[in-house]
């Protein structure tokens, strides 16, 4: 059975803590962390969190302690993993689109950098020569994702440098010594077909020839997991067996050892997060029933950013029949949830639960509307503790410069 908390226990938080609140279950990080390694047992591989979904120290911290390594996308999130005791080594900074003087920090602080873009590449060459291993990010020219937005090895993607241009990777290599550790392509998010990542791998089998001094295949994130009842994601034991498969032609066909590398965000905390709201004011219109909640897209934006699917239950009436709901917020904008979602009777003060809300839920909140962002607990051994308090009124002006 699936690690999963109980509407008994989400109540209670509400209860204690009010809403809307961001709830993590720690044991279900630990329960999908051990599904990769028992999936990759196989074969030498080394898991980076894509920090990018949640980065509560908390959560970092809790990660560390499973023995996954940290993947970042800024210098801010390579200082948030130090600080949440990763070493050096563990931390893995994928750029893109960044100033060279970050990618400078970041070899102060001694991670791993990716890098994705030839100019970068040339003043990293320029600056560091062989002293300093560094791996590529490429863009292979494959759609792949669960939605445009977050698709990014496609040709009209700005992520990577363009398969196209190896003849001027290599004469950069060449000209300025690069010690080139690893490749990397992260083809986009929620990707259910194993074979996308099998063709990431045939390229980096094409490509290893190449650079003698390879040491890790970084195929990214974008594990597919389950939002919708009855749906299924990436299926990771397999892909586990194939990428084991194609680490032992390598071995074969070039008599070198690779470590496959992958970054998994929504993979590691999507499912162990709920984001409990309370339902304001019930609205007839027409056929559509509208239930308007204490949220908005301030809170979670991926239903009308990716027109996303968030399970959505009502945890005060759980066993009361289902009807269709309209689920809106209360931001002065059209902020959908979802549209004639059959949810057991809803009633004004009922509170309903989105399931999947740990990766890029709370991440991707914002002060809109001059709202509060909600708090945020996290459930570790039976016990809840406040992990990020709510907002209060003097944050809305902490930053602020009243110069009138
Ligand atoms: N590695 C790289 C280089 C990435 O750009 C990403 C995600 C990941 C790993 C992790 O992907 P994941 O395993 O979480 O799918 N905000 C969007 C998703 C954006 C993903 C951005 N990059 C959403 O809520 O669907």
């Known amino acids: 059975m699936s690690t999963s908390l109980s509407n008994e226990q989400l109540n209670q938080i509400a209860n204690e803590y009010g809403t809307p609140v961001y709830v993590y279950h720690a044991e279900k990080i630990t329960e999908q962390f051990g599904k990769l390694k028992q999936a990759f047992h196989q074969c ?10 949640l980065t509560n120290i908390n959560i970092l911290k809790h990660i560390r302690s499973l023995g996954c390594n940290i993947d970042c996308s800024s210098i801010n999130e390579v200082k948030l993993a130090l600080h949440a005791g990763f070493d050096r080594e563990n931390v893995l900074y994928t750029s893109n689109g960044i100033a060279f003087s970050e990618i400078e920090e970041a070899v102060t602080l001694g991670v791993n ?3 994705d873009s030839l100019s ?7 600056k560091y020569g062989h002293s300093y291993p560094v791996g590529i990010r490429l863009r292979p020219n494959i759609m792949a994702g669960g939605n445009l937005k977050i ?3 496609h040709e009209k993607s700005k992520f990577g440098i363009p398969i196209e241009q190896l003849d001027q990777i290599l004469a950069l290599v060449e000209k300025e ?8 392509i992260h083809t986009g998010s929620e990707i259910k077909d194993v074979e996308v990542f099998m063709k990431v791998a045939d390229i980096f089998f094409d490509l290893v020839p190449h650079f003698p001094e390879l040491c890790f295949l970084d195929l990214g994130g974008g594990f597919k997991v389950p939002y919708k009842e009855g749906e299924t994601g990436t299926d990771v ?9 194609v ?10 050892e690779f470590e496959a590398w992958f970054e998994p965000g929504k993979f590691l905390v999507s499912e162990c997060g709920y984001f409990i709201t309370e339902v304001n004011v019930m609205k007839q219109n027409g056929n559509t029933v509208f239930a308007g909640v204490n949220s908005g897209f301030n809170h979670l934006i991926r239903p009308m950013f990716y027109e996303a699917y968030h399970r959505i239950e009502n945890i005060s009436n759980p066993d009361a029949p289902r009807h269709p709901y309209t689920v809106v917020g209360n931001i002065c904008e059209t902020d959908t949830f979802a549209t004639d979602r059959p949810i057991s009777e809803v009633r004004e003060g009922d509170r309903l639960v989105f399931y999947n809300a740990g990766a890029y839920g709370f991440e991707m909140g914002s002060n809109y509307n001059s709202r509060f962002r909600p708090a945020q607990v996290l459930v570790i051994n039976g016990q809840s503790h406040l992990i990020g308090r709510r907002d209060t009124f003097e944050d809305l002006l902490r930053n602020q410069v009243e110069v009138l």
């Open 247 to 256: 680490l032992n032609r390598l071995k074969q066909t070039y008599q070198r």
């Open 237 to 245: 034991p397999l892909l586990g067996q194939k990428v084991a498969e």
């Open 177 to 184: 010594n690069l010690f080139i550790a690893g490749l990397h």
């Open 113 to 115: 950098v990716n890098i």
């Open 44 to 53: 030498p591989t080394r898991f980076f969190y894509a920090s990018k979904a």
């Open 120 to 126: 970068n590449l040339e003043k990293f060459g320029k």
């Open 151 to 153: 698709s990014t090895g």
